[in-house]
C-alpha cells in the first residue's frame, strides 16, 4: 500500500485527480473526434467539489431526478438532462426551470407533464427500449423481459410525437463498443424510422470508454455514423468512465478470527461502504493482494456490521494481517459514495482528493449527527 494512505483516516474514499483527468481526457477526445456532447451521469459519480475541474472537459451532467438536476445545475452547469421513469407533479416546475432536456420514460408521463415543459423551455424526449440485451447482469438489464425502463416497439405511438425532439436509450453496463455496436442496430430496426425526425439522440451510458481494452475507434465510427445517417446532435452519458479506476476505499483492520478460514473485521463494510460487491456481486480488487491461496496468507474480508453476508471477499498476502493494519480496494471512486448508507449505525467514509502533486486534501468527514439527522 502506498504510503501517503497511512495519514488518512479511515475508513476513507480516495479520489486521484492525475487518474480523473486522463479519463476526462479520454472523454473529450471522443467528444472532439465524433462531435458528440459527452455528460457526466451523476448517478455514478457525485463528488461535486471536483465538479469546477470536470465541467473543463464534459458538456453537462445527466440526472435521475430532481436533487440530481440540482446538484448538477447549480454545481456544475453546461446542459442539465434529466430522465426518469416517472415524476412526481410537485417536482415539475422545479425540474424544467433546471433542465434543457426532459425524457419521458412513457407516453403517458409526456402526454402529463409535456406541455409543461415545452413551456418553460425545455427540449422533450422519450426514452426507448430496444429490447436487445447485450450482458449477463440481470439486475442492471433495462432490455431484460417484463422491464419498466423506456417505450418498447409494441407501444410506441408515432402519432404522439409532436413537440418530441430527442429519443433516449440506456442498454449498456460496464461494456465495450461492440455491445452498443449490437444495440444500436437493433434499434435502428425498430425505431430507425423516426429518428431521423428528432434534433438529438441519448445513447446513454455504461461505456466502459477509459477501459484499457476498450475500442474507442468503433465507439467514434458508431457515433460519427449515427449523427451523419440521422443528422442529429449524438450524446452518450457515462459515469464509471469518468471516474474508473480514479479511487480507492482505504481502511483499517479491527480484529483477525478464525472460523474454518482467518477472517479479518475491518473499519468498512461491503454493506455499507461498497454496497455493489453484495448486490452486483462482485469482488472488488486490493492492493497488494492476490487471489485465495496465491500468497502465503489468505483472509476473508468483512464488515463488522451485525448482517453475516457483510463479506467483501477471500484475499491473500504476502504476510499475516493483524489489527491496525492498512487495506485500499481499488476502485472505489464509482457507485460508492452515491449508495453508502449508515445500516448498524455505521459511520460514513471520509471523502479525500489525491492532487496531481501528490498532496493530500481532505473534503469532507461524517460523524453521528450525519448518521442522527437521516432518520428524523
Request: hydrophobic residues 40%; aromatic residues 10%; charged residues 20%.
Amino acid at each position: 500500500m502506498e504510503s501517503w494512505m497511512n495519514a488518512l483516516p479511515t475508513p476513507c474514499y480516495v479520489v486521484d485527480e492525475g487518474r480523473l483527468i486522463s479519463n476526462l481526457t479520454q472523454l473529450k477526445s471522443v467528444a472532439e473526434r465524433s462531435g458528440c456532447k459527452v455528460l457526466l451521469a451523476q448517478k455514478a459519480f457525485s463528488m461535486y467539489s471536483l465538479y469546477p475541474l470536470m465541467r473543463e472537459f464534459l458538456h453537462g451532467t445527466a440526472a435521475s431526478g430532481l436533487f440530481e438536476a440540482k446538484l448538477g445545475a447549480e454545481h456544475f452547469g453546461g446542459e442539465t438532462h434529466v430522465y426518469s421513469p416517472a415524476y412526481k407533479a410537485e417536482d415539475m416546475a422545479e425540474i424544467t426551470r433546471l433542465c434543457g432536456h426532459v425524457v419521458f420514460n412513457s407516453f403517458a408521463q409526456w402526454e402529463r407533464f409535456g406541455r409543461q415543459a415545452l413551456d418553460a423551455g425545455c427540449e422533450c424526449g422519450l426514452r426507448i427500449n430496444p429490447e436487445c440485451s447485450t450482458q449477463t447482469h440481470a439486475i442492471y438489464d433495462p432490455c431484460a423481459p417484463g422491464s419498466r425502463l423506456g417505450i418498447t416497439a409494441a407501444n410506441f405511438q408515432p402519432d404522439r410525437l409532436n413537440g418530441i425532439t430527442g429519443l433516449h436509450m440506456h442498454t449498456l453496463c460496464e461494456q465495450n463498443a461492440d455491445a452498443l455496436e449490437t444495440t444500436l442496430r437493433a434499434a435502428e430496426k425498430k425505431f430507425g424510422a423516426y429518428f431521423g425526425r428528432m434534433q438529438w439522440l441519448n445513447l446513454g451510458g455504461g461505456h466502459h470508454v477509459t477501459r484499457a481494452d476498450y475500442d474507442v475507434d468503433l465507439l467514434v465510427s458508431e457515433l460519427v455514423r449515427v449523427r451523419d445517417k440521422y443528422d442529429v446532435q449524438v450524446y452518450i452519458e457515462p459515469g464509471e468512465a469518468v471516474a474508473l479506476n480514479a479511487g480507492w476505499l482505504v481502511t483499517t483492520v479491527l480484529d483477525v478470527v478464525s472460523n474454518g478460514i482467518d477472517i479479518a473485521i475491518l473499519d468498512t463494510s461491503a454493506a455499507c461502504h461498497m454496497p455493489d460487491v453484495i448486490e452486483m456481486p462482485y469482488r472488488p480488487p486490493l492492493m497488494d493482494a492476490g487471489q485465495p491461496g496465491e500468497k502465503a496468507y489468505t483472509y476473508r474480508l468483512a464488515g463488522p456490521t451485525c448482517l453475516a453476508g457483510d463479506v467483501i471477499g477471500d484475499y491473500s498476502f504476502d504476510a499475516p494481517l493483524k489489527a491496525g493494519d492498512r487495506l485500499a480496494f481499488c476502485d472505489m471512486a464509482i457507485y460508492t459514495m452515491v449508495k453508502n448508507n449508515t445500516f448498524n449505525g455505521m459511520p460514513l467514509p471520509a471523502i479525500a482528493v489525491r492532487g496531481r502533486d501528490g498532496e493530500i486534501r481532505i473534503v469532507k468527514t461524517f460523524g453521528y449527527e450525519d448518521f442522527k439527522q437521516r432518520l428524523s
